[in-house]
């Protein structure tokens, strides 16, 4: 699944094409019912004729937010992506299938928005995991997952007293699984979390009680610090993401602990392990993570 650099990486080429398009039809693939779960009366009322005003994220979730009052909720999960073809542009992000650049509808397309001006956006999901709902842009935010979710971690006003507050609700637990639940932290996977906990000297499978307050600080900094630069490299070349002009984020490239394993740690030079904490393939310094 993609982490808050790739979606943000998305958010942005979207920005660059969409807003100002307005919608001329919608068409849904009747065999995949959850890709696209809203109602025909509600499309031709609020999507059709509609135009998109902005794109916006909340966590790992996009927003296409609409004229009619209306906005676009989407999350990618393992295999989506969102292709927009039209006015001799070409620009596809998410799951890096041949779909990204082959000739669409195909048969992983479940959405198909094509709008006045002849452009179009698809939606693709391999796996069917995901999904794109049309709501009131007023009750957005009323949805389960936004009302549990926890703070984006690079807003302005979340502090590091924040962040300690928020980790302190999952004391008994590893620090990782911690980073990973989203209704502690918006938008951290397991690329984000490795890579900031070798940043700050944690051990990733250390509880949460057992972490010195100077130690959640710096992560709180690392943590910041390795999400920015994903945002600014793109996002990364994981196995499942490209960003919106089809092209492989380049974190991955700046990588220091993140499927580095058999490899030298660049600050020591003691090898890079991999095990599993928190349910996930976890890449770490034995030398240097020691809390």
């Given at each position: 699944?993609?982490e808050?650099?790739?979606?943000?990486?998305?958010?942005?080429?979207?920005?660059?094409?969409?807003?100002?398009?307005?919608?001329?039809?919608?068409?849904?693939?009747?065999?995949?019912?959850?890709?696209?779960?809203?109602?025909?009366?509600?499309?031709?009322?609020?999507?059709?004729?509609?135009?998109?005003?902005e794109?916006?994220?909340?966590?790992?979730?996009?927003?296409?937010?609409?004229?009619?009052?209306?906005?676009?909720?989407?999350?990618?999960?393992?295999?989506?992506?969102?292709v927009?073809?039209?006015g001799?542009?070409?620009?596809?992000?998410?799951?890096?299938?041949?779909?990204?650049?082959?000739?669409?509808?195909?048969?992983?397309?479940?959405?198909?928005?094509?709008?006045?001006?002849?452009?179009?956006?698809?939606?693709n999901?391999?796996?069917?995991?995901g999904?794109?709902?049309?709501?009131?842009?007023a009750?957005?935010?009323?949805?389960?997952?936004?009302?549990?979710?926890?703070?984006?971690?690079?807003?302005d006003?979340f502090?590091?007293?924040?962040?300690?507050?928020?980790?302190k609700?999952?004391?008994r637990?590893?620090?990782?699984a911690?980073?990973?639940?989203?209704?502690?932290?918006?938008?951290?996977?397991?690329?984000?979390?490795?890579?900031?906990?070798?940043a700050?000297?944690?051990?990733?499978?250390t509880k949460?009680?057992?972490?010195?307050?100077?130690?959640?600080?710096?992560?709180?900094?690392?943590?910041?610090?390795?999400?920015?630069?994903?945002?600014?490299?793109?996002?990364?070349?994981?196995?499942?993401?490209?960003?919106a002009?089809?092209?492989?984020?380049?974190?991955?490239?700046?990588?220091?602990v993140?499927?580095?394993?058999?490899?030298?740690?660049?600050r020591?030079?003691?090898?890079?392990?991999?095990?599993?904490?928190?349910?996930?393939?976890?890449?770490?310094?034995?030398?240097?993570?020691i809390i």
């Amino acid at each position: 699944m993609p982490e808050l650099p790739e979606v943000e990486t998305l958010r942005t080429g979207l920005t660059r094409l969409l807003p100002g398009r307005a919608v001329a039809a919608v068409v849904s693939q009747a065999d995949a019912p959850k890709s696209f779960p809203n109602a025909e009366s509600d499309v031709r009322a609020f999507l059709v004729g509609a135009s998109v005003t902005e794109v916006t994220r909340r966590a790992k979730v996009l927003i296409i937010v609409l004229s009619s009052g209306y906005s676009l909720v989407i999350h990618l999960k393992m295999t989506g992506q969102l292709v927009f073809d039209g006015g001799g542009k070409h620009f596809g992000a998410g799951h890096p299938s041949h779909s990204l650049v082959g000739e669409l509808p195909d048969r992983s397309t479940r959405v198909t928005i094509t709008f006045k001006d002849g452009s179009k956006l698809f939606f693709n999901d391999q796996r069917k995991f995901g999904w794109v709902r049309l709501m009131p842009t007023a009750e957005v935010m009323n949805l389960d997952f936004f009302r549990k979710v926890g703070p984006e971690p690079l807003a302005d006003n979340f502090s590091a007293a924040d962040f300690a507050g928020r980790l302190k609700r999952r004391a008994r637990t590893s620090i990782k699984a911690a980073l990973l639940d989203q209704t502690v932290i918006a938008g951290v996977g397991n690329i984000y979390a490795d890579e900031s906990l070798w940043a700050a000297k944690i051990h990733p499978a250390t509880k949460v009680a057992d972490v010195p307050p100077a130690a959640i600080k710096k992560l709180y900094t690392a943590l910041r610090a390795v999400l920015t630069l994903g945002i600014e490299k793109g996002g990364s070349s994981n196995h499942t993401y490209v960003d919106a002009e089809g092209k492989k984020g380049s974190y991955m490239s700046f990588a220091s602990v993140f499927r580095r394993e058999g490899k030298p740690c660049p600050r020591c030079g003691t090898t890079i392990v991999k095990s599993r904490v928190a349910g996930r393939g976890t890449h770490t310094c034995p030398r240097c993570q020691i809390i």
